[in-house]
């Protein structure tokens, strides 16, 4: 059991969640938050701590800035999203199981006085942006350290907000170029 309570967009977003992990969730309906949805989630911060799953797409990501500055020690899931598509449909309902609790797995705090350990010139140097792969390589990259799929722009922002460690950060981007150097070997 999930001591914290989820907090997802729809009614099928509960029923993956239900179908991964035994947690209690409110639904947001989508980004009308009605006042007794802000209600109840204002009622699970302080009592039992929140954690937001919304989907991996732009909606999903204003409800997300939303809720973080109503609720500042909400903690986030971020589920890539490869892992929440599925039929043309992008959204925690079309995540497997596996997908759900590997997000939750890796459940971050935003930290609103941001650490400044990363720059743009990290993400140019490991090809997470202008280069041809950047978008592909930074959603490997979120996955790894559970931050899920975002622009360049975005994907900086969360590194240096998410407490990402510049040690777990280097780890992750060797295990990226050791993945690929084996994949290279295999099609040799």
């Known amino acids: 059991m999930i001591k914290e309570v989820l907090v997802v967009e729809g009614k099928m977003d509960v029923v993956a ?5 035994e947690a209690d969730c409110i639904i947001t309906e989508g980004f009308n938050l009605k006042p007794q949805a802000l209600k109840n989630i204002e009622q699970a911060y302080k009592k039992r701590g929140i954690i937001i799953m919304t989907d991996p797409d732009s909606a999903g990501e204003r409800i997300r800035k939303y809720l973080s500055r109503r609720f500042p020690e909400a903690k986030h899931a971020f589920v890539p999203v490869e892992e ?63 931050l899920g799929f975002a622009n360049a722009k975005t994907f900086l922002t969360r590194l240096n907000h998410y407490g990402v460690t510049r040690e777990e950060f280097d780890r992750a981007i060797e295990e990226i170029e050791r993945e690929d150097r084996e994949q290279e070997e295999s099609h040799e």
């Open 17 to 21: 969640i239900d179908k991964a992990v």
């Open 84 to 146: 929440a598509t599925a039929n043309d449909d992008i959204g925690i309902e079309q995540a497997k199981p596996d997908a759900i609790r590997k997000a939750l797995a890796k459940v971050r705090t935003l930290d609103w006085e941001p650490k400044k350990i990363f720059t743009g010139a990290d993400l140019i140097l490991h090809g997470l942006s202008g280069a041809v792969d950047a978008s592909a390589r930074r959603a490997r990259l979120g996955e790894k350290l559970g």
